[in-house]
C-alpha cells in the first residue's frame, strides 16, 4: 500500500476529527468567486418572497410603533404591578441572541478555534441587527421616546445630569457602547473583503460603491500589521463586553427586591441562556442560508455540531441556573421567594408558559448528547427554534410572573398583551429579517479574506503533519 | 512634474516576494511595501517595518476612557449636581464601576479603530497603485511588491524586479499636485 491512500485511509477513521472545516482546498480565486458570487447580483425568487413577507412585517412594527407615539404606551397591556413586560422581555430576548455573534468573533478567536472562521461574519451581522431590535423597545418604553437624549449626560439648559448610580442608565451605556464596537469590529473585518468587491466589481456603480466603503484597502504590508493587532485586540475588548453587557441586563433585575429578582445568581445565568439562545438563532439563520447560498463546503457539517455542542453545554448550565434559582428558594427560607418559584410560577396562571420554558430549554438541548441528531439538519433546526422560543418564555417568566404577585395581594393582577405588543414583537422579526436578507445580498456572508488564510494555515498543518500520519510498518 | 514614482510587480510565491523585498532593500530602496490578499508572514522583518503603535494607542484610549469615565460621573453626581439616594455617601463609587468598565471599552475600541485609520492613511481612496489594471488582482490571489522610488531609479528598479522573477511589472508616475 502506498503511503498517500494510507494518509487518506487514516483521515477517515480518525473518530475525533470526522467533518473538515473546510472541504477541499479551494484556491483564492475560486473562494471569491464562490463566496462573492451573489453578492450585489440579482437575487432569486426566495430571496423576493422572504423580502415581501419581511417587509410586510416590519411595515406593522412602524405602524405599531407610529401608534404608540402618537396615542401612548397605554396601547400596550403593561400597567401597574407589571410595568414591565413584552417591552423588557423582548429587549431582553433580542440582546441575548445578539450575544453568540460576539461569541463566536471574539472569544473564539481568542481560543483561536478555526470553525469561526466561516460563520464569524455571519454571526456579527445577526449580533448587530438583533442589537437594533432591541434598542427599540427601552426607547419606546420611556413613554416619551422624542426626549431619549435625556438618557444621555449632555450639558443641558435644565442644568442636571443622570444618576449614574441607577442600573437602567447601566443599561444605556452597556447597550450603546456594544452596539457601536460590534459596529466598529464588524466594519474593521470587512475592510479586507469590501477591497476585494472593489477590484472583482464589474460595474462601474459597484465598485465606486465597494470602493468607498473599503476606504483604500490595498492589502498592504504596514495595512495588514496595524489591522491584525487591531482586529485581536478588538476582539481582547469585545469579549469582557459581551459578559458586561447581560451582567448590566440581569442588574436591572438582581439589583431590586422583588421575589424572583434579587439573586446574585442572575449575571452568569444570563450570560449562559443570551449565549444559548443566540447560538439557536445562528442555526435556525444559518441552515437554510448555507443551502441557499451553496456555502456547505465552507460552513459544513463540523460547524452546525459544534454549535449543537455548544447549545448542549450552555443549555445545561441554563438548567442549573435555574435548578440554584429553585434551590435558593427554598433553603433561604424566604416565603415571598418560595412563594414565587414553587407556587406562583409552578401553578400560578402562567404555569403553561412555566411548563413550555423547561420542556424547550431544559429538554431540547440534550437530544444532542446523541451524534445523530447533531448532524441532522431537521433536528437541529427545530431544536434551534424550540431554543428560541424557550428563551423567549424565560424572560416573560422571569419579568411577568415576578412583578403580578409581589409581596401583598391586594396589589396582585394578571397581566395580558394587547395586539400592540404582539404586532411591535412580531414586527421586529420582519425588521431583523429585512436587514439580514439586505446583508445577504450586499455584503459577503462569509468572509474570504479569512477563509483564504484558514486554508492557508490548514495547508501548513497538513504539510506538517503528513509524515507523523502514515504509520511507519515493519 | 514628476515627483515620485512607483514600481510594482507580482509574484507568485510567498518566498520569492520576501527574497526580492530584501534584495530591493540591500540595494539602499528603504520604501518598499508588499500587496496581499491574507497577510505574509515575515513580511514586516523582510520589508523592514517597525512595530505597531496600535496597542499604545489601545491603552491610552483605554485609560483615558476610564479614567474619564470615572471622573464624569464623580463630577456630574457629586460636584456639579448632587444626587441624593436614601442617605448613602454620595462618592459610593462602586455603583460607577459599570459605566466606568463600558467607557474604557467604548474608548479604547474607538481609539484602535480611528488609530488604525489614522496608521493606514484611511480613507484614500485614490493612490498611484491602483492605476496598475493588473493589481486589482491584490486583494483577491495576488502578491504585490511595490518600490515608491525617485523617477531617475525607477528604470534600475523595474529591471532589478523582472530579475527576481517578477511578472506584471509596470511603473506609475505621481504627478506634483
Given at each position: 500500500?502506498?503511503?498517500?491512500?494510507?494518509?487518506?485511509?487514516?483521515?477517515?477513521?480518525?473518530?475525533?476529527?470526522?467533518?473538515?472545516?473546510?472541504?477541499?482546498?479551494?484556491?483564492?480565486?475560486?473562494?471569491?468567486?464562490?463566496?462573492?458570487?451573489?453578492?450585489?447580483?440579482?437575487?432569486?425568487?426566495?430571496?423576493?418572497?422572504?423580502?415581501?413577507?419581511?417587509?410586510?412585517?416590519?411595515?406593522?412594527?412602524?405602524?405599531?410603533?407610529?401608534?404608540?407615539?402618537?396615542?401612548?404606551?397605554?396601547?400596550?397591556?403593561?400597567?401597574?404591578?407589571?410595568?414591565?413586560?413584552f417591552d423588557i422581555i423582548n429587549f431582553v430576548w433580542w440582546i441575548g441572541i445578539g450575544h453568540a455573534g460576539t461569541l463566536i468573533s471574539a472569544i473564539l478567536l481568542l481560543f483561536q478555534q478555526k470553525w469561526r472562521t466561516s460563520i464569524n461574519r455571519f454571526a456579527e451581522a445577526m449580533t448587530l441587527f438583533a442589537v437594533m431590535q432591541a434598542l427599540l423597545f427601552p426607547a419606546l418604553h420611556?413613554?416619551?421616546?422624542?426626549?431619549?437624549?435625556?438618557?444621555?449626560?449632555?450639558?443641558?439648559?435644565?442644568?442636571?445630569?443622570?444618576?449614574?448610580?441607577?442600573?437602567?442608565?447601566?443599561?444605556?451605556?452597556?447597550?450603546?457602547?456594544?452596539?457601536?464596537?460590534?459596529l466598529l469590529f464588524w466594519y474593521v473585518g470587512l475592510l479586507p473583503d469590501l477591497a476585494a468587491l472593489r477590484d472583482s466589481a464589474r460595474s462601474r456603480a459597484a465598485r465606486m460603491a465597494y470602493g468607498v466603503f473599503a476606504l483604500g484597502w490595498r492589502g498592504s504590508a504596514r495595512h495588514w500589521q496595524h489591522y491584525r493587532i487591531a482586529y485581536l485586540l478588538l476582539a481582547g475588548l469585545a469579549t469582557p463586553l459581551v459578559l458586561s453587557v447581560h451582567t448590566i441586563v440581569s442588574f436591572d433585575f438582581a439589583v431590586s427586591v422583588l421575589p424572583g429578582w434579587h439573586t446574585t445568581i442572575f449575571p452568569p445565568y444570563f450570560v449562559a441562556g443570551a449565549i444559548f439562545s443566540g447560538f439557536a438563532m445562528v442555526l435556525t439563520l444559518v441552515i437554510p442560508a448555507r443551502k441557499v447560498f451553496g456555502f456547505e463546503n465552507v460552513i459544513t457539517g463540523r460547524h452546525l455540531e459544534n454549535m449543537a455542542k455548544v447549545m448542549l453545554?450552555?443549555?445545561?448550565?441554563?438548567?442549573?441556573?435555574?435548578?440554584?434559582?429553585?434551590?435558593?428558594?427554598?433553603?433561604?427560607?424566604?416565603?415571598?421567594?418560595?412563594?414565587t418559584f414553587f407556587k406562583t410560577r409552578m401553578f400560578g396562571p402562567y404555569a403553561p408558559v412555566y411548563w413550555l420554558m423547561i420542556a424547550c430549554n431544559v429538554i431540547t438541548p440534550h437530544i444532542f448528547w446523541w451524534k445523530r441528531a447533531r448532524q441532522s439538519l431537521v433536528v437541529l433546526w427545530v431544536a434551534s427554534i424550540l431554543v428560541n422560543v424557550g428563551m423567549w418564555t424565560e424572560r416573560f417568566i422571569i419579568i411577568v410572573t415576578s412583578l403580578h404577585r409581589d409581596y401583598l395581594p391586594s396589589s396582585w393582577a394578571m397581566y395580558?398583551?394587547?395586539?400592540?405588543?404582539?404586532?411591535?414583537?412580531?414586527?421586529?422579526?420582519?425588521?431583523?429579517?429585512?436587514?439580514?436578507?439586505?446583508?445577504?445580498?450586499?455584503?459577503?456572508?462569509?468572509?474570504?479574506?479569512?477563509?483564504?488564510?484558514?486554508?492557508?494555515?490548514?495547508?501548513?498543518?497538513?504539510h506538517a503533519q503528513a509524515p507523523a500520519a502514515v504509520p511507519h510498518l515493519p | 512634474?514628476?515627483?515620485?514614482?512607483?514600481?510594482?510587480?507580482?509574484?507568485?510565491?510567498?518566498?520569492?516576494?520576501?527574497?526580492?523585498?530584501?534584495?530591493?532593500?540591500?540595494?539602499?530602496?528603504?520604501?518598499?511595501?508588499?500587496?496581499?490578499?491574507?497577510?505574509?508572514?515575515?513580511?514586516?522583518?523582510?520589508?523592514?517595518?517597525?512595530?505597531?503603535?496600535?496597542?499604545?494607542?489601545?491603552?491610552?484610549?483605554?485609560?483615558?476612557?476610564?479614567a474619564g469615565g470615572f471622573a464624569m460621573q464623580y463630577w456630574m453626581n457629586v460636584v456639579d449636581y448632587p444626587i441624593n439616594v436614601a442617605g448613602r455617601a454620595m462618592t459610593s463609587w462602586p455603583a460607577w464601576v459599570?459605566?466606568?468598565?463600558?467607557?474604557?471599552?467604548?474608548?479604547?475600541?474607538?481609539?484602535?479603530?480611528?488609530?488604525?485609520?489614522?496608521?493606514?492613511?484611511?480613507?484614500?481612496?485614490?493612490?498611484?497603485?491602483?492605476?496598475?489594471?493588473?493589481?486589482?488582482?491584490?486583494?483577491?490571489?495576488?502578491?504585490?511588491?511595490?518600490?515608491?522610488?525617485?523617477?531617475?531609479?525607477?528604470?534600475?528598479?523595474?529591471?532589478?524586479?523582472?530579475?527576481?522573477?517578477?511578472?506584471?511589472?509596470?511603473?506609475?508616475?505621481?504627478?506634483?499636485?
Open positions: 500500500m502506498s503511503a498517500e491512500p494510507a494518509a487518506k485511509h487514516l483521515e477517515r477513521l480518525d473518530p475525533l476529527d470526522p467533518v473538515p472545516v473546510l472541504v477541499g482546498r479551494p484556491s483564492d480565486v475560486e473562494l471569491d468567486r464562490q463566496l462573492f458570487g451573489k453578492v450585489g447580483q440579482k437575487p432569486g425568487k426566495a430571496w423576493y418572497g422572504l423580502m415581501t413577507v419581511c417587509l410586510a412585517l416590519a411595515g406593522v412594527l412602524f405602524g405599531c410603533l407610529g401608534y404608540t407615539v402618537v396615542t401612548g404606551i397605554g396601547v400596550w397591556g403593561n400597567n401597574i404591578p407589571v410595568g414591565w413586560a420611556t413613554g416619551r421616546p422624542w426626549f431619549d437624549y435625556w438618557l444621555f449626560p449632555y450639558p443641558s439648559s435644565l442644568a442636571l445630569w443622570p444618576n449614574f448610580k441607577s442600573p437602567l442608565l447601566w443599561d444605556v451605556f452597556a447597550v450603546n457602547t456594544y452596539f457601536l464596537v460590534s453545554a450552555t443549555g445545561m448550565m441554563v438548567s442549573y441556573g435555574y435548578l440554584m434559582e429553585h434551590f435558593h428558594a427554598w433553603y433561604g427560607g424566604n416565603h415571598y421567594e418560595f412563594d395580558y398583551p394587547t395586539w400592540v405588543d404582539w404586532g411591535i414583537y412580531v414586527g421586529t422579526l420582519g425588521f431583523f429579517g429585512t436587514l439580514f436578507l439586505l446583508f445577504l445580498r450586499f455584503v459577503p456572508a462569509v468572509s474570504a479574506s479569512e477563509v483564504k488564510e484558514l486554508r492557508r494555515e490548514l495547508d501548513h498543518e497538513a | 512634474m514628476t515627483t515620485t514614482s512607483y514600481v510594482l510587480g507580482e509574484f507568485q510565491e510567498e518566498a520569492a516576494l520576501l527574497g526580492a523585498a530584501r534584495r530591493l532593500r540591500e540595494l539602499g530602496h528603504a520604501r518598499l511595501d508588499a500587496h496581499s490578499p491574507v497577510p505574509i508572514h515575515g513580511a514586516e522583518e523582510a520589508l523592514g517595518i517597525k512595530r505597531s503603535p496600535v496597542p499604545l494607542i489601545a491603552l491610552l484610549g483605554g485609560v483615558a476612557g476610564g459599570p459605566i466606568a468598565f463600558e467607557t474604557t471599552v467604548l474608548l479604547a475600541s474607538v481609539s484602535i479603530v480611528f488609530g488604525l485609520f489614522g496608521l493606514a492613511g484611511f480613507p484614500r481612496l485614490h493612490h498611484p497603485v491602483f492605476e496598475v489594471e493588473a493589481f486589482r488582482s491584490a486583494s483577491v490571489a495576488g502578491l504585490w511588491i511595490s518600490a515608491e522610488v525617485e523617477p531617475a531609479r525607477a528604470e534600475a528598479v523595474a529591471e532589478e524586479l523582472r530579475r527576481l522573477g517578477a511578472s506584471n511589472v509596470s511603473r506609475v508616475d505621481e504627478e506634483d499636485r
